[in-house]
């Protein structure tokens, strides 16, 4: 992996990249939410991005690198569950690169769709992320293509301008709740924060079904768990990412867990207060800063809508009342 170089300067520098390709995306203090949480909520916007995520940012930092570093590159390939596939994809053809995009099988349709839309050729093998990960690697020992990790120095310092205009544009932030998948999200957040010296508590948040970056935050060691069933695939991860780990293990706060059923409460929040859509992943952060609603009253604290790429009939079931099924 690259050196990581977390200064300043340098994510400055990556914002400046990333802003060639996107506008920054807005953050929001809903009234309603306001009326919710009894707290001054900041809503990080990153369904408003030209994927409907935060991982477009690290996608056009990575291509990027890659470029500069593996000029002779012909392709990628990468394993995902949607998001840093369609980041990759988009990047990849906008650079003239082959990209080959493995996602398990029962994958949501409408993530597996959009990832060809933007012109990649989509493998689908293995029950979860995992398993489709080790595909990934074989697909791009096999094709001679160039293996995009989960996690990367270029990766991180892309996303984390998302967490520049954050803090920038909003003062005294006293606590922010970020999903945990393989890392990059809440790894940027620590290092802008860092990087800008600021004093924000930064709080990770992982599925109670999906749990090993809770784990490993509190062993202080890589842990897995055996499955990883959760609708909230974003965060749907079962092994933990060693060099996510020893960032967000020194740099966050604590790492707490919401069940589905919460992450599919807050959803319905965000559409009934702020008429967003948001995919489970995305509303975990809204549903950790529920579930410690009375620590945070009377507080200014964010929460990262990381993404809002849900599919249409497990959207419809969320906004019927129930809970869907992983």
């Not at 300043?8 to 807005?26: I, N």
């Not at 802008?192 to 202080?220: I, N, P």
Request: charged residues 20%; aromatic residues 6%.
């Amino acid at each position: 992996m690259a050196e990581l170089n977390f200064t300043r300067e340098a994510l400055e520098a990556s914002a400046k990249l990333v802003y060639q390709h996107m506008p920054a995306t807005p953050q929001f203090a809903w009234p309603l939410l306001r009326q919710e949480l009894g707290a001054d909520v900041w809503v990080k916007h990153e369904n408003h991005t030209p994927t409907g995520a935060f991982k477009v940012r690290g996608g056009i930092t990575f291509i990027d690198w890659l470029r500069r570093t593996h000029p002779e590159c012909r392709g990628i390939a990468t394993a995902t569950r949607g998001n840093h596939g369609q980041s990759q994809a988009r990047a990849a053809a906008a650079a003239g690169l082959e990209a080959t995009i493995v996602v398990p099988r029962g994958n949501a349709r409408e993530k597996n769709d959009a990832m060809r839309s933007f012109g990649a050729t989509l493998v689908e093998h293995g029950l979860d992320f995992d398993e489709a990960r080790e595909e990934a690697s074989r697909q791009a020992a096999l094709e001679d293509l160039f293996l995009v990790p989960p996690f990367h120095s270029a990766l991180v310092s892309g996303v984390a301008s998302y967490a520049l205009e954050l803090f920038t544009a909003v003062s005294d932030i006293q606590r922010v709740y970020v999903p945990i998948g393989c890392g990059s999200g809440i790894c940027g957040v620590i290092a802008a924060r860092d990087a800008l010296e600021l004093k924000t508590e930064v709080v990770g948040v992982v599925s109670t079904e999906a749990t090993a970056a809770q784990q490993a935050f509190l062993s202080g060691k890589p842990e897995s768990t055996l499955t990883a069933r959760t609708f909230a695939d974003g965060v749907a991860v079962r092994s933990v990412v060693p060099e996510a780990l020893a960032i967000y293990g020194a740099g966050a706060t604590r790492v707490i867990a919401v069940s589905d059923d919460e992450v599919a409460n807050a959803m319905r929040v965000y559409f009934r207060c702020t008429h967003n859509v948001s995919e489970g992943a995305g509303a975990a952060p809204l549903a950790a800063a529920i579930k410690e609603k009375e620590a945070n009253t009377g507080q200014k604290i964010a929460v990262i809508l990381c993404g809002g790429n849900v599919d249409t009939e497990v959207f419809r079931e969320v906004l019927e009342g129930r809970t869907p099924q992983a």
